[in-house]
């Protein structure tokens, strides 16, 4: 079994990958569409059930996009036997990276961080200025971050398919062999 994070800021295009892996045939859940995150209110831990849309000033300070450990966990001993991707982003994601067997994150340059998140239909997330603010924030540290981590890092700004080729290749490794 081999279990992939495939992660990068809000707008790289985690879950659009996720769709594609889907659609050839693999195991692929994306972490905001099938239940491992929630927003969560940081000085209490409580879950926010129904978050402001769009979120006023100040919430991204208060609040966070938390992964559940024990949804991952779950994952695991569901996918022994098979590849499984779970592609999305957390803040907390420190808490579960060591149940992966590899990450991948997915990078993009500020200009088609803009354009993706200002177009974007699948949510709505990036479009109010302080998520923008925050997204635009974190972009460029995430190359760096996952980078020091041994993430593969693959430019998503190339076309769909071969960045899902690419998200392939590196659990497929250079002999083409599950690693």
């Not at 500020?110 to 998140?117: M, P, Q, V």
């Not at 540290?141 to 020091?148: D, G, I, P, Q, V």
């Amino acid at each position: 079994m081999t279990l992939v994070w495939v992660t990068g800021n809000s707008g790289t295009g985690k879950s659009t990958v996720c769709g594609v892996l889907r659609a050839r045939g693999h195991v692929a859940l994306d972490a905001d569409e099938d239940g491992f995150c929630h927003w969560i209110d940081r000085a209490s831990g409580e879950v926010v059930v129904a978050p402001p849309d769009p979120v006023p000033g100040g919430w991204l300070n208060r609040y966070g996009w938390a992964i559940v450990r024990e949804r991952v966990e779950t994952l695991v001993e569901e996918s022994r036997s098979r590849i499984a991707f779970l592609c999305g982003s957390a803040e907390n994601e420190a808490d579960v990276r060591d149940l992966f067997d590899l990450i991948v994150c997915l990078v993009i340059d500020e200009d088609t961080l803009r354009h993706r998140l200002a177009t974007r239909t699948t949510n709505t997330f990036g479009q109010h200025p302080e998520e923008l603010a925050a997204a635009l924030k974190w972009n460029p540290r995430m190359r760096a971050l996952y980078a020091s981590l041994g993430a593969t890092i693959i430019d998503a700004s190339e076309p769909l398919t071969e960045v899902v080729d690419s998200v392939i290749d590196a659990v497929q490794g250079p002999t083409g062999a599950t690693r």
